[in-house]
């Protein structure tokens, strides 16, 4: 039979851990809430991450045409267009976990992100990693792209707006994840149009050529 002593030590061994493994619980999840909600609420876990990874992953092993130059164009175009967006969109989700912002300034570092990602997919190749003449096709792939989707750039500035000002929507993370939604479903629209037009993207290039490969005539 025990002592009264050794009783006393067994229980302390049992409830000090105990009551210090809830106490590092209660603590983590008390952080967790302090710098921006839970982990579940975290933007850094949205699924507007993987999916771009996705895009990038069909891009680079799924699109084809029966023109090797074209499919090249096409896919270093969007390529750097998803890394370019895939960043922002890493940043921007790590902003709002850190931050407390009000409507006004989440809407303008949504507008920012959009307006400043444009810019730099529309300038990406503006280096001396690509000769004059790849510069050139994809100027005219650009020109293509921008005529089709200059509507849609509009009303996705709208929507940014729309979504971010509505009674509806109160809570960041819930107006940040309704905004990454809109942008998944913008991006499997522009693979779309660009998986059914890739073999009709001509412009002026025949002859050109784009990473060692010749721009062939349509037929």
């Known amino acids: 039979m025990l002592d009264n002593q050794t009783t006393w ?9 105990s009551f210090l493994g809830m106490f590092k619980i209660i603590y983590r999840y008390s952080g967790k809430k302090r710098r921006g909600g839970s982990t579940d609420e975290q933007l850094k876990f949205h699924a507007v991450h993987a999916r771009m990874k996705s895009f990038k992953q069909y891009v680079q092993y799924h699109l084809e045409t029966d023109c090797e130059a074209r499919r090249e164009l096409v ?25 407390d912002y009000d409507k006004d300034e989440l809407y303008y570092i949504n507008n920012k992100m959009l307006l400043k990602s444009i810019e730099k997919r529309s300038s990406y190749f503006y280096d001396s990693s690509y000769t004059e003449e790849e510069k050139g096709a994809l100027k005219a792939l650009l020109s293509k792209y921008h005529k089709w989707n200059e509507t ?14 509505s009674r509806f929507y109160n809570k960041q993370s819930v107006i940040q994840s309704i905004i990454f939604d809109k942008f998944i479903g913008e991006f499997a629209r522009i693979l779309t149009w660009f998986d059914e037009v890739v073999g009709e993207i001509n412009g ?4 050109m050529k ?9 037929h």
């Open 210 to 218: 784009f990473k060692g490969k010749t721009f062939m005539p349509l």
């Open 9 to 17: 030590l067994i229980l302390l061994g049992i409830i000090i851990p």
């Open 152 to 165: 849609n750039i509009e009303e996705v500035e709208d929507d940014i707006e729309k979504i971010v000002f």
């Open 75 to 99: 896919k270093d175009f969007l390529y750097n267009t998803l890394s370019i967006y895939e960043k922002a969109f890493h940043d921007i989700a790590e902003k709002v976990d850190k931050n």
């Open 204 to 207: 002026d290039l025949d002859g």
